[in-house]
C-alpha cells in the first residue's frame, strides 16, 4: 500500500513568487493534515480536511496560504506570495478516522526555500 | 513557555543501554500523547501512543505518561544504532480536534 506521498519533494523560489504543493494522502484516509517545520522550530499544525471540507483550519498563518481538497482525494497548498519566513518543510499527514487511537502517517515532506 | 518541551540533545548511549527521552507539556487537559521518530530526511512515524497514566510497554519501547506532573517519557532497552533518530513528543490538547502540538524534538545518537 502507498503511503502519503508529497509532490514536490524540493522546490526554490523567489520571494514574491507562488508555489502549489500537492498530497496524495493514503488511499481511503478521509482525513488529512498540513503541518509544516520552519527552521529551528518544532512542527506546526496549519490545517486539518476531513474529506473535502476543512475541520479546523487554525493553524493557518495568514491569507497568502489556501489549501483545497477537491473532491476529498488529494489536496494543495499553495503559497501566494512567497515570503522568505515561508521557508520549510511542509509536511502533509493522513488517518482513517479521527478515533483517538488512529495512527496519522506522515509523508516525506516538501521542502520549500524561498530565496 | 513552549507548550511541549524536549531537550534538543543529542543524547549519547551506547549500544544495549536503555535510552530515556523525556518531555514536558504546559497544557494540563491535554488528552492522548505519542513519540514520534523521525530520521533526518524522513517523515515522522508513529511509535508509540499512550492515554492514561502509567507504563506501556510494545517491544524494546516503553512510554510512561504522568498526568500529575505533565510529563511523558519514552525509555528505549537495548538501544541499537539503528535507533539513532530524532524523537518528537506530540500531544492531542483537544479531543475535539485531532491537531498535535510537537515538541522541538530531542536527537539520539546510539554508539556502537
Known amino acids: 500500500e502507498a503511503g502519503v506521498t508529497q509532490f514536490p519533494s524540493h522546490s526554490v523560489i523567489e520571494k514574491g513568487q507562488t508555489v502549489t504543493l500537492r498530497c496524495d494522502p493514503i488511499?481511503?484516509?478521509?482525513?488529512l493534515y498540513w503541518y509544516r517545520r520552519v527552521m529551528g522550530k518544532e512542527i506546526k499544525f496549519l490545517l486539518h480536511?476531513?474529506?473535502?471540507?476543512?475541520?479546523?483550519e487554525s493553524g493557518m498563518p495568514n491569507n497568502r496560504f489556501l489549501a483545497e481538497r477537491t473532491g476529498g482525494t488529494y489536496s494543495t497548498l499553495k503559497v501566494q506570495p512567497a515570503e522568505l519566513e515561508d521557508s520549510g518543510v511542509y509536511f502533509c499527514?493522513?488517518?482513517?478516522?479521527?478515533?483517538?487511537?488512529?495512527?496519522?502517517?506522515f509523508g516525506e515532506g516538501s521542502w520549500l526555500t524561498v530565496v | 513557555q513552549k507548550e511541549v518541551e524536549q531537550n534538543s540533545g543529542p543524547l549519547s548511549v551506547p549500544e544495549g543501554a536503555i535510552a530515556s527521552l523525556n518531555c514536558t507539556y504546559s497544557?494540563?487537559?491535554?488528552?492522548?500523547f505519542f513519540w514520534y521518530r523521525q530520521y533526518s530526511g524522513k517523515s515522522p512515524e508513529l511509535i508509540m501512543s499512550?492515554?492514561?497514566?502509567g507504563d506501556k510497554e510494545d517491544g524494546r519501547f516503553t512510554a510512561q505518561l504522568n498526568k500529575a506532573s505533565q510529563y511523558v517519557s519514552l525509555l528505549i532497552r537495548d538501544s541499537q544504532p539503528s535507533d539513532s533518530a530524532t524523537y518528537l513528543c506530540?500531544?492531542?490538547?483537544?479531543?475535539?480536534?485531532?491537531?498535535?502540538?510537537f515538541g522541538s524534538g530531542t536527537r539520539l545518537q546510539v554508539q556502537p
Open positions: 499527514a493522513s488517518s482513517q478516522d479521527r478515533g483517538l487511537g488512529n495512527t496519522i502517517y
Open positions: 499512550i492515554y492514561s497514566n
Open positions: 497544557d494540563r487537559g491535554s488528552q492522548s
Open positions: 506530540a500531544v492531542v490538547r483537544d479531543t475535539g480536534r485531532r491537531a498535535l502540538t
Open positions: 488511499s481511503g484516509h478521509d482525513n
Open positions: 480536511f476531513v474529506k473535502e471540507s476543512k475541520q479546523d
